[in-house]
T-cell receptor, first 111, second 114 residues
């Protein structure tokens, strides 16, 4: 079957660094995405990795290892506003955004 | 520029009733997707439109669900008759032609079937 595994919850303090891991098992693989969703809000795109390595965008970085079917999202200098759910997602179709999402990691940032 | 909008934001209906959800994608976006999240679980793909054509509807759970996108603009997702297990948050997303690596999501419709 197709599945993405990520921790259900992570708690960290303001100013810290947190890493959210994602392992996947899918029939196809075109890339790994990360989305952020605040309660009641729309999931918003954070990053997309198609190739191995680290992509950095401000305080957020995303890493992919295709050989290990593994990726992570790294959040630095955590702020209270980073408290949200984070979804990893695999684009498994060659045409269109047919994307398989994980169940999400709920991040709690404490003062 | 307006984002993806969905209506209603919440809907509570009784088992056996019909509900129609609407999605207005970002203007000019050819690709439109429907997803569903059942409480605490993964966001599951339902189907993908390119303009008015169904590109992929492999995620539609059964024939009680009908999606349309007449004219290639807004889309509707009708559930008839609704069952308890249809409860969840239904998300719509859109992206421009040729952009397959990210999509812009609406805030979702929270459907509760009682």
């Amino acid at each position: 079957g197709q599945s993405l595994e990520q921790p259900s919850e992570v708690t960290a303090v303001e100013g810290a660094i947190v890493q959210i891991n994602c392992t996947y098992q899918t029939s196809g693989f075109y890339g790994l995405s990360w989305y952020q969703q605040h309660d009641g809000g729309a999931p918003t795109f954070l990053s997309y990795n198609a190739l191995d390595g680290l992509e950095e965008t401000g305080r957020f970085s995303s890493f992919l290892s295709r050989s290990d079917s593994y990726g992570y999202l790294l959040l630095q200098e955590l702020q209270m506003k980073d408290s949200a759910s984070y979804f990893c997602a695999v684009r498994d179709g060659g045409g269109g955004f047919k994307t398989i999402f994980g169940a999400g990691t709920r991040l709690f940032v404490k003062a | 520029e307006a984002g993806v909008t969905q209506f209603p934001s919440h809907s509570v209906i009784e088992k056996g009733q019909t509900v129609t959800l609407r999605c207005d994608p970002i203007s000019g976006h050819d690709n439109l997707y429907w997803y569903r999240r059942v409480m605490g679980k993964e966001i599951k793909f339902l189907l993908h439109f390119v303009k008015e054509s169904k590109q992929d509807e492999s995620g539609m759970p059964n024939n009680r669900f009908l999606a349309e996108r007449t004219g290639g603009t807004y889309s509707t997702l009708k559930v008839q008759p609704a069952e308890l297990e249809d409860s969840g948050v239904y998300f719509c997303a859109s992206s421009p032609r040729g952009v397959d690596t990210e999509a812009f999501f609406g805030q979702g419709t929270r459907l509760t079937v009682v």
